[in-house]
């Protein structure tokens, strides 16, 4: 794997590539066992990554507890299985996340720690097969505005979320930024169908729109720095 966090600290990750990373056995681009840390990933792709085991690109590790955001980021492509493993005791948040032709599960939730653990998703684009989300204990939850072609129930999405063609592009590219994004088509789904409830900026560090925020990583006529 490219990064492993052990002992009690804070990781805070921003603007940065993942790619083509492999972990024997668990987490192809992260392994966090850290109990008590607080991580927060935001503006960061991850792609091509891959592990003998679990979490092909992000591992949080039975030994963590702790919040774990993921904001304005990308994952893309990373192998078959759970794109993110969660154990148990954590809370799992993805804020304005994209996801895009992963061979697994967005995130799998285990429950082999005292508690289970718990996802969240808010504004997210996703095209992935079924099922999107799976577990053996613990809860996902929706806090709206999400939007996937697959209208599989397994992450928890209610009313406020989107059964519709986000309309990915087929790969990440240079839109500007710190890494390669991946924007959506004139025709996404994903385009005005959140509120104001969203992060200032997009994975670029682009100005998202004001009153109406696309769902995913990628502002659609976002305004550079």
Known sequence: GAVAVHGGTNLFVEDCWF????????????????EGANVSIAGTLFSNNDSDSRGRAVDVNCGATGTFTFTNSTFFANGALETVFVC??????????????????IAHLDHEDA????????GCAIEQPAPMCTSNGGTFSSN???VSKNGDATCGFNSGDHVADPALDAAP???????????L?????????????????????????????????FEVGATPP
Do not use: K, W, Y
Request: aromatic share 4%; with cysteine.
């Open 19 to 34: 790619d083509t990373n492999h972990a024997e056995p668990d987490g192809g681009a992260l392994f966090i066992p850290t």
């Open 88 to 105: 148990g005791d954590e809370n799992v948040v993805f804020d304005h996340v994209t996801f895009s032709a992963n061979d697994g599960a």
């Open 115 to 122: 508690n289970a653990g718990s996802v969240e998703l808010a």
């Open 144 to 146: 709206g505005d999400n």
């Open 173 to 183: 590219a240079d839109h500007g930024g710190p890494t390669v994004t991946i924007s």
């Open 185 to 217: 088509g004139g025709a996404s789904a994903a385009i005005n169908s959140g509120s104001s409830a969203c992060p200032a900026t997009d994975q670029r560090g682009f100005q998202r729109v004001d009153g109406v925020c696309d769902a995913g990583a």
